[in-house]
């Protein structure tokens, strides 16, 4: 059984950093691709950041790209969002996706449950 759960979301403060992780199991991580999306309050869910299985082309939405890292670590099965300057729009639960198939913004295999993510001004 594939299991994704999220983690280390909370409330903080414009400009403030905070790095988010993702645990995958059920055998699937090293063959995966991983992506990030976000929805905040009344909006649709976004993409926010891929990393391929290997570890190469971290792609990135143009809203968070310079302030967001993905990263993963094929040994303990994790993939990492850090986002630094955090600012009021970046408010959203944030979703941990992997695929083993698609890449980018159509990663949508298996979801985690969501991790709030809360940015006061």
């Known amino acids: 059984q594939v299991q994704l759960v999220e983690s280390g979301g909370r409330l903080v403060h414009t400009g403030d950093s905070l790095r988010l992780s993702c645990a995958v199991s059920?055998?699937?991580?090293?063959?995966?691709?991983m992506a990030w999306f976000r929805r905040g309050s009344g909006k649709e869910r976004e993409f926010v950041a891929a990393?391929?299985?290997?570890?190469?082309?971290?792609y990135y939405a143009t809203s968070v790209e310079g302030r967001f890292t993905i990263s993963r670590d094929n040994f303990n099965n994790t993939v990492y969002l850090q986002m630094n300057s955090l600012k009021p729009e970046d408010t959203a639960v944030y979703y941990c996706?992997?695929?083993?198939?698609?890449?980018?913004?159509?990663?949508?295999?298996?979801w985690g449950q969501g991790t709030q993510v809360t940015v006061s001004s």
């Open positions: 990393i391929s299985k290997s570890g190469t082309g971290p």
């Open positions: 996706a992997a695929d083993r198939t698609n890449w980018g913004t159509k990663i949508r295999e298996y």
């Open positions: 059920g055998r699937i991580f090293s063959t995966a691709n």
